[in-house]
């Protein structure tokens, strides 16, 4: 059969329309699931022409009637339930269910039983009936190699050696797999962002990390024609896994018939009783109030159904902070300075460049308190001329750190902390400085 160097494309646009919609595409909308242009649907329709009959058929002179000859499967495998999470579950859970004395270990931590039941659900979609059901059988798995539960496989480079217990006691592995922190959900959701990083490192992907920094911080909600073309961009494309793993349907976060949008971080916001909707982020509220900033457009139910969402836990650790870093990026790079976001994969948030021998580092922390031990681990850049921790000016009441900073910047080593507002300050300087030179 004579098949083009479009079919892929087409096939995989088609299985994802249809995984989303009960109706068929148009030509239009198959367009923009292609990233064409509504005009070339008459090239679209000539490659659909060499396709009849093998891949897809529809009925002549009516409308929607465009259908999948091949199968298509009902779940992708590892996309809508992450291995790497169901494991991070585990190990949290384990690791929580160690600690408490052997009278209190009858009552199952609530990270482990979330753990166990994604666990089973992966195994059932994917055919696998290996999986543990209930406690004996799990604690039975656990003293076994992870690889050989199959959905594992996706993991590159797990030893064969790894068990989540060893010698009757939690494992290295699970240690290093478990999240701390008060929501264990939304600590095992951003812990996507640390994984992203480090493929992105290992594979040198800096301008792509960076366009899906950006992405989960100016766009954490988006409409699925504008996602599924993001998918399929060039700078997107290698980290798409970690993507569907990012946003989700936004029906899972809230189930109203009209949803609402904070003015400030653009996330869905949550319904109160006095059926006010509020951001999800206490700060956002305040600085929406104090800038008086316009309420988002909002969008009905019907049309949201197909609007994909980041997860609670890449917008609180994502998106949230990301706000300050790119305000900060975008206020200096207005008064004439060269700035780069996240240098060097990452290995700090904003390079300040005022000539090749002016050069700043800036670490921005949108912190509700001076985590001292967490400042202590910034280190000096000696490439750079200046070190700087960067508070939010609106946090000033709480971390007072023009007071703070007299005690804590001798032990930093170099590292100097400031607020936002003292940067831009510094750097109008720095300006007027060299521009009379």
């Not at 190699?145 to 996706?154: C, I």
């Not at 939010?392 to 971390?399: A, C, F, N, V």
Request: hydrophobic content about 35%; some cysteine; charged content about 30%.
């Amino acid at each position: 059969m004579k098949v083009t160097r479009h079919r892929d494309k087409i096939l995989e646009a088609l299985r994802e329309w249809f995984r989303i919609h009960k109706q068929a595409p148009t030509l239009e909308e198959l367009c923009v699931e292609l990233g064409m242009q509504p005009r070339q649907r008459a090239t679209l329709q000539r490659w659909l022409q060499k396709m009849r009959g093998i891949d897809v058929e529809w009925e002549d002179n009516t409308a929607r009637s465009l259908r999948l000859l091949t199968n298509v499967p009902e779940v992708e495998p590892g996309s809508q339930i992450p291995v790497t999470e169901t494991l991070r579950y585990l190990a949290t859970g384990l690791a929580e269910w160690e600690k408490r004395e052997p009278q209190e270990r009858s009552n199952i931590p609530k990270a482990l039983r979330v753990g166990m039941s994604r666990m089973y659900l992966t195994s059932l979609l994917q055919g696998d009936e290996e999986a543990p059901s209930n406690l004996p059988e799990f604690f039975n798995w656990t003293k076994k190699s992870v690889v050989e539960w199959k959905p594992a496989a996706e993991i590159k480079h797990l030893s064969p050696e790894v068990t989540l217990i060893e010698d009757g006691l939690v494992s290295d592995f699970a240690l290093q797999w478990r999240v701390t922190g008060s929501d264990v959900e939304m600590q095992v959701q951003e812990k996507i962002l640390h994984d992203v990083l480090e493929y992105c490192r290992a594979n040198q992907l800096e301008e792509h990390y960076r366009a899906l920094r950006k992405l989960i911080i100016e766009r954490p909600v988006l409409p699925y024609p504008e996602y599924r073309r993001l998918l399929s961009s060039t700078q997107l494309r290698p980290l798409r896994d970690f993507l569907l793993q990012i946003y989700v349907d936004l029906s899972d976060l809230a189930g109203d018939n009209i949803y609402h949008f904070c003015p400030r971080c653009k996330y869905v916001m949550r319904r109160r009783q006095d059926e006010t909707y509020r951001c999800r982020n206490m700060t956002c509220e305040q600085l929406s109030a104090k800038d008086s900033l316009p309420p988002l457009p909002p969008v009905p139910k019907h049309e949201a159904e197909t609007w994909k969402a980041v997860t609670p836990g890449v917008h609180r650790y994502g998106t949230l902070p990301g706000l300050w870093e790119i305000h900060l990026a975008e206020t200096l790079t207005k008064m004439g300075v060269r700035v780069t976001l996240w240098p060097e994969i990452d290995e700090f948030d904003l390079l300040v460049e005022f000539s090749k021998k002016v050069r700043w580092a800036i670490d921005v922390k949108d912190w509700s308190y001076l985590d001292e031990e967490r400042l202590k681990k910034v280190e000096y850049r000696f490439d750079t001329t200046e070190t700087f921790v960067v508070f939010p000016s609106e946090r000033e009441d709480i971390l007072r750190i023009r007071v703070e900073r007299q005690r804590l910047e001798p032990e930093l080593g170099g590292v100097r902390l400031r607020l936002v507002s003292e940067i831009v300050l510094l750097a109008q300087k720095n300006l007027e400085k060299k521009n009379n030179a």
